[in-house]
């Protein structure tokens, strides 16, 4: 089992809790809008991260995370990206990438709108973590945790993050 936490659109902004939220995951993964490279090294010093650059990224962030990725944990295939869409409005080539790479599990950022969703028609788990920085127009900032084994996703917990 793999448990991972998911994050997105920090922009910049550590918040302390992050660790103590994050300490029993194995990975964690950041969907973009990242701020700052420091965020990911301080991420990076509770397990080891997945990080991929989002619409505000620039610099260091750009150079050292892609757009996206794809990977597998527990026999699951990933995407990792900032902006994906969700299931019924995916953005546009999305849908046919997700079918043609069999991703069982989409993870995106960007909207700042926490939303996890299955998608019946392609089979697969969509998570946006909402944002769990304080730039945006989001009132509560917000945090995933989800247990992957051997491919299913399980005990997705949402943590709210109070002002």
Known sequence: MTKVGILSDTHGYWDERYAPHFAD??????????????????????????????????GEVKRRCPELLIFEVEG????????????GKWSPGMKQLLR??????????HSHILKIIYDKELDLLHINPGAAGQQGWHKVRTL?????NQGIPSNCQIIELAK
């Open 100 to 109: 043609d790479e069999n991703i069982k599990l989409m993870v995106d950022g």
């Open 25 to 58: 995951c194995d990975e964690i993964w950041h969907a973009g809008d990242v701020g700052d490279y420091a965020i990911i090294e301080r991420l990076s010093e509770i397990c080891p991260v997945r990080a991929v650059s989002g619409n505000v990224d620039h």
């Open 144 to 148: 995933v945790k989800v247990d992957l």
């Open 76 to 87: 699951m295939k990933v995407l990792l990206t900032h902006i994906g869409g969700y299931p």
